[in-house]
């Protein structure tokens, strides 16, 4: 969903909201933040700049330069665990410039790597308005906040408005950042005081200026992170590569925001990923009010509910789509993946199909990292069965599926998998449909929220 198509000969570059060493207003977290790139030209090397922006005054204070004998070599990545360049107590945004195509996301711990991860993807330009699936205060312990980000050349004012008709605005320099939190904000009332509020934002700029921002949904012990929708990502039919049910533990929650004017009846197809006992193709309708979200897969795979047919405790493992749009709204989704007993959680974007293509970049691949592995779900979006193949950079290795179904996804955990402390990237390339993808990191034996999720790379 997130394309990078840029020319070549055009500077590349990529946002990133979230780039800040700061505290919540009322869990007092304290925010690290990690960068992976990875350069998407296959035959030259890649000069890359990070330029970080102060939020406080919205001044480049820092920057580092990737170029000659430290630029990105062709197909290769750069990983760094901790931002460098910029002084220790950075609180702010960074824009990533190249003269080649490239990829990145960005990983966030709260209270260092053994308190609780999230992972989002940079994007390769803003849009207004933007809109956020999901907005949380005081619900079961959780909070949302997010930064919004300048990516135009002036100044501007973003102005979020609440689904309950509550709106706040501040004023951003570009490149700069500014933090909304909502735990801070007395105007998101618990309309029936137990399970406080539980909502959708929609952000506009002064002047029509591109924005970015990036969500942190933060509980006492997990944390999980996602991109606002930009208006080229709504869909009608948005897809969920991977969503899980009953499955080690792990359960899904899907909410899908209606962007549109009129309410419309959605629902969502359940497919089981390719090999294995992965459970029963199912469907679920709920009626979405125009500017509303609604929450799907959670209730439909643990209790008897109205308008579905899953089974009711029993494991999935696979792939979702919205596959009737009664009155064909524009549609942006966001998924949740939470293990409460192992206190880990993870959120992603859901796709665009329209934007999907034949190759789905994955910046980080990891295989018994300091403890970290990943999975990745690649889901065919088209219409015929495809085969997929995925490689691993400095690896012999793939990783293939055969006669994969519209709908459906080939699901590949990398653990054992590449090599002992493998820390690279993937590409994965289609035959005859288009996909895209989301990959997983994890640490199994952390007993903190050492849990990361985030979207391949279109291209």
């Keep these: 969903m997130k394309k990078r198509f840029m020319v070549l000969v055009v500077l590349s570059m990529l946002l990133m909201a979230v780039m800040a060493s700061s505290a919540s207003a009322q869990q007092n977290v304290t925010y690290s933040v990690g960068v992976q790139i990875k350069n998407l030209d296959t035959a030259n090397a890649a000069n890359v700049t990070i330029t970080y922006y102060d939020q406080a005054t919205g001044a480049s204070v820092g920057t580092l330069s990737l170029t000659g004998a430290n630029a990105i070599p062709a197909s290769g990545t750069k990983t760094y665990a901790t931002l460098e360049g910029v002084s220790a107590g950075f609180n702010g945004s960074a824009v990533i410039s190249s003269d080649r195509q490239v990829a990145a996301i960005a990983n966030v711990f709260g209270n260092g790597f053994s308190g609780m991860g999230a992972s989002y993807t940079a994007l390769s330009s803003g849009g207004t308005p933007i809109s956020i699936p999901l907005i949380l205060r005081n619900h079961f312990g959780f909070n949302t906040w997010f930064n919004v980000q300048n990516a135009g050349a002036v100044d501007t004012t973003v102005t979020v408005t609440y689904s309950n008709g509550a709106t706040e605005s501040k004023a951003i320099k570009p490149g700069a950042a500014a933090s909304f939190f909502q735990d801070a904000n007395a105007t998101l009332p618990d309309p029936d005081?137990?399970?406080?509020?539980?909502?959708?934002?929609?952000?506009?700029?002064?002047?029509?200026?591109?924005?970015?921002?990036?969500?942190?949904?933060?509980?006492?012990?997990?944390?999980?992170?996602?991109?606002?929708?930009?208006?080229?990502?709504?869909?009608?039919?948005?897809?969920?590569?991977?969503?899980?049910?009953?499955?080690?533990?792990?359960?899904?929650?899907?909410?899908?925001?209606?962007?549109?004017?009129?309410?419309?009846?959605?629902?969502?197809?359940?497919?089981?990923?390719?090999?294995?006992?992965?459970?029963?193709?199912?469907?679920?309708?709920?009626?979405?009010?125009?500017?509303?979200?609604?929450?799907?897969?959670?209730?439909?795979?643990?209790?008897?509910?109205?308008?579905?047919?899953?089974?009711?405790?029993?494991?999935?493992?696979?792939?979702?789509?919205?596959?009737?749009?009664?009155?064909?709204?524009?549609?942006v989704a966001i998924v949740n993946q939470l293990n409460s007993g192992a206190q880990k959680g993870a959120a992603y974007n859901g796709f665009n199909p329209t934007l999907a293509t034949q190759t789905v970049e994955l910046p980080l691949i990891m295989d018994r990292n300091f403890g970290y592995f990943t999975g990745f779900s690649i889901a065919n979006v088209g219409t015929t069965a495809t085969n997929i193949t995925c490689t691993y950079t400095g690896s012999?290795?793939?990783?293939?599926?055969?006669?994969?179904?519209?709908?459906?996804?080939?699901?590949?955990?990398?653990?054992?998998?590449?090599?002992?402390?493998?820390?690279?990237?993937?590409?994965?390339?289609?035959?005859?449909?288009?996909?895209?993808?989301?990959?997983?990191?994890?640490?199994?034996?952390?007993?903190?929220?050492?849990?990361?999720?985030?979207?391949?790379?279109?291209?």
């Design 193 to 331: 005081g137990s399970a406080g509020f539980v909502g959708s934002a929609r952000i506009s700029s002064s002047g029509n200026t591109p924005i970015v921002a990036t969500l942190l949904q933060q509980g006492p012990t997990t944390l999980l992170g996602f991109d606002a929708f930009l208006p080229s990502q709504a869909a009608t039919t948005p897809v969920m590569p991977l969503v899980n049910a009953n499955n080690f533990g792990y359960i899904t929650g899907i909410a899908i925001q209606n962007t549109g004017s009129q309410a419309t009846d959605v629902t969502v197809s359940y497919t089981p990923s390719s090999g294995g006992a992965n459970g029963t193709a199912c469907t679920e309708t709920l009626n979405i009010a125009p500017g509303a979200s609604a929450n799907f897969a959670l209730n439909a795979f643990s209790a008897t509910v109205a308008n579905e047919t899953c089974a009711n405790g029993a494991k999935f493992v696979g792939a979702a789509r919205v596959t009737t749009n009664s009155t064909n709204q524009p549609l």
């Design 396 to 459: 012999n290795v793939t990783s293939t599926g055969t006669s994969i179904a519209p709908g459906a996804a080939l699901t590949v955990v990398t653990q054992g998998l590449i090599a002992d402390r493998y820390a690279g990237a993937a590409t994965c390339t289609s035959s005859a449909a288009p996909i895209v993808g989301i990959v997983n990191e994890l640490n199994g034996t952390s007993i903190s929220d050492a849990f990361l999720v985030y979207e391949g790379t279109n291209r």
